[in-house]
């Protein structure tokens, strides 16, 4: 039911950083987990980072130690924050309930590039 409007993507130079948001169409202090997705041309769509509603965070190997997932759940928010972005980073990223995924969004581009 609840919906999600990602935002905040773009063009980064590797080494560089970038700070997603998530707007949430309701109330998400009762979703208990949250996470952030991504999928590139030909890929499957990974989940990379997700937080509890108590904010314990879960990180994929691939993006442990350069990203941050947030929320603040008084203004139904997700944030996901890249540093030391790669070439491998290139996708479009989603947020959505972790536990069980609603309806995807339309993501929010991610262009890592030199």
């Known amino acids: 039911q609840v919906q999600f409007v990602e935002s905040g993507g773009g063009l980064v130079q590797p080494g560089g950083s970038l700070t997603l948001s998530c707007a949430a169409s309701?109330?998400?202090?009762?979703?208990?987990?949250l996470g952030w997705y991504r999928q590139a041309p030909g890929q499957s769509r990974e989940l990379v980072a997700r937080?509890?509603?108590?904010?314990?965070?879960m990180y994929a190997d691939s993006v442990k130690g350069r990203f941050t997932i947030s929320r603040d759940n008084a203004e139904n928010m997700l944030y996901l924050r890249m540093n030391s972005l790669k070439l491998e980073d290139t996708a479009i990223y989603f947020c959505?309930?972790?536990?069980?995924?609603?309806?995807w969004g339309q993501g929010t581009q991610v262009t890592v590039s030199s």
């Open positions: 309701g109330s998400i202090s009762d979703i208990y987990l």
């Open positions: 937080i509890t509603s108590g904010g314990s965070t």
């Open positions: 959505n309930i972790a536990s069980k995924p609603n309806l």
